[in-house]
């Protein structure tokens, strides 16, 4: 489980709350004013209604699949990633890259295993650097798609509730007969705008840079992944391809340039 996930919904709504609250020296029979079924159906309603017609049902379907990932946290990291291909490689070139069969079938990465297969059915190294890419640019396109769709709804809903709270407010000003009553009534519009700002800020919004970052950080590990695997088809020494990994593995954690890209670069500039 991705705690920061759900540290972050209660601190975020409980600081919210907890704001409000004060403000109303904490009179907890002011919380019912947060409360406007009205507003609620405008804004969860046309929020989701908008956002269902700006995506088909292909995209949502990616969104479901990959809701989950907000809130669950991967076993594996980079660094055992890196000292399992290592541990492979050194099999492989002790026993034969057919020995790697085993391991085929029961590695707990799907892309490790699909790789391993290939290699030990002896498919060409282009080949299987096709099949992995397409793999993990596949997966990729889910996660952009579910991501947008959670910006989507951040910049709808908001909007949502600014219309809820128009509505609210052209209702009001048809009947100033009780000026006494016009404030509870403004308020009770605001709650509109209430319900999309925070949606969008504290579910929406947050929702989709999660998803973007465990994107990020996946497609990086299944690049590390490919690189492994077809140094392990090659025959590199396995002290080699776990200097190398390591290696790859900084320059992409601190946005680094590998040294041949940089000189080519400068070499250009000159």
């Known amino acids: 489980m991705d705690i920061t996930s759900i540290i972050g919904l ?7 709350i907890l704001g409000y609250l004060e403000e109303a020296h904490f009179d907890f ?12 159906f ?11 017609l700006a995506f088909p049902l292909s995209e949502w379907k990616k969104l479901i699949s990959t809701i989950s990932m907000i809130f669950t946290q991967k076993e594996y990291n980079e660094i055992d990633i890196i000292n399992e291909l290592a541990d492979l490689s050194e099999k492989a ?8 069969e085993q391991d085929a079938q029961t590695n707990n990465n799907d892309l490790i295993r699909k790789g391993l297969a290939l290699v030990v059915d002896g498919i060409e190294t282009e080949v299987i650097k ?59 519009a605001f709650v509109a705008t209430f319900y999309g700002i925070s949606t969008a800020n504290l579910l929406w919004l947050p929702f989709g840079n999660k998803i973007k970052v465990k994107a990020e950080r996946e497609t990086m590990i299944n ?14 020494n396995p002290r080699i ?18 040294k041949g890209e940089a000189t080519a670069e400068e070499g250009v500039e000159a």
Request: aromatic share 6%; with cysteine; net charge negative.
């Open 223 to 236: 690049e590390i992944i490919i690189e492994g695997l077809l140094s392990i088809q090659a025959g590199e």
């Open 93 to 100: 070139r002790k026993d034969g890259l057919l020995s790697l």
């Open 130 to 188: 096709d099949i992995l890419a397409r793999e993990t640019s596949l997966q990729e396109e889910i996660y952009e798609s579910a991501a947008k769709i959670c910006e989507s709804m951040g910049g709808t809903w908001p909007a949502m509730g600014v219309c809820g709270t128009v509505m609210g407010m052209l209702n009001i000003l048809r009947d100033l007969s009780d000026p006494l009553g016009l404030g509870p009534k403004i308020a009770a």
């Open 241 to 258: 391809i776990k200097e190398k990994l390591n290696l790859n593995l900084m320059e992409k954690l601190h946005g680094g340039k590998k």
């Open 10 to 16: 209660i601190v975020g709504f409980g600081g919210v």
């Open 29 to 40: 029979s002011m919380l019912k004013n947060l409360w406007n079924p009205a507003a609620f």
């Open 42 to 52: 405008i804004v969860f309603g046309g929020g989701f209604g908008a956002t269902l």
